[in-house]
T-cell receptor, first 114, second 112 residues
């Protein structure tokens, strides 16, 4: 158990809809990262937060947004969903946003767009 | 550009044998690397890490070797067990802010 909790585990919705994925980092970790993993693809970095503030952006679409709250949990919002958004979405956390620290992952949310 | 890639997408080994999973990286400035294991339905699980000032690091049944000259990373698993069957990723910390680039993974299958 990594200590990172993601909900829900599965999400099925239709095109055009909007969903919110939730992540609670490991106790004591201040930095949260979101990744997308499509079939046969590696982990694609989306966005990073550190202590409530956006730290870095990766390949995140404009239809997607995220935030980190004062209690350090984070939410990833996906809107105007398309079939291609079907994927596993992982959250990871690390102690701080400093370099050379391991990231610990949750078990992900599987998003299926019908 | 930067890339983290694996030489073999799939690897099958006999139970009890040693496994070696390889990874090539392209950025010589990368100074921290992690191996992750991902089982079906689970998130990536931290196995072992290594910093660029080291050539070798050992854990429980696992060893990571770093060859900076040829920009190559390997994960050795001793006495491979059925529970080791999973996809293994190498990750490279290249950018500031603890951002990692992940390879596409190698699928390890252990034959009983």
């Amino acid at each position: 158990d990594s200590g990172v909790t993601q909900t829900p585990k599965h999400l099925i919705t239709a095109t055009g809809q909007r969903v919110t994925l939730r992540c609670s980092p490991r106790s004591g970790d201040l930095s949260v990262y979101w990744y997308q993993q499509s079939l046969d693809q590696g982990l694609q970095f989306l966005i990073q937060y550190y202590n409530g503030e956006e730290r870095a952006k990766g390949n995140i679409l404009e239809r997607f947004s995220a935030q980190q709250f004062p209690d350090l949990h984070s939410e990833l919002n996906l809107s105007s969903l398309e079939l291609g958004d079907s994927a596993l979405y992982f959250c990871a956390s690390s102690l701080s946003g400093q370099d050379n620290q391991p990231q610990h992952f949750g078990d992900g949310t599987r998003l299926s767009i019908l | 550009g930067e890339s983290v890639g694996l030489h073999l997408p799939t690897l099958s080994v006999q139970e009890g044998d040693n496994s070696i999973i390889n990874c090539a990286y392209s950025n010589s400035a990368s100074d921290y690397f992690i191996w992750y294991k991902q089982e079906s339905g689970k998130g990536p699980q931290f196995i072992i890490d290594i910093r660029s000032n080291m050539d070798k690091r050992q854990g429980q049944r696992v060893t990571v070797l770093l060859n900076k000259t040829v920009k190559h990373l390997s994960l050795q698993i001793a006495a491979t067990q059925p529970g080791d069957s999973a996809v293994y990723f190498c990750a490279e910390n290249m950018w500031s802010g603890n951002q990692f680039y992940f390879g596409t993974g190698t699928s390890l299958t252990v034959i009983p």
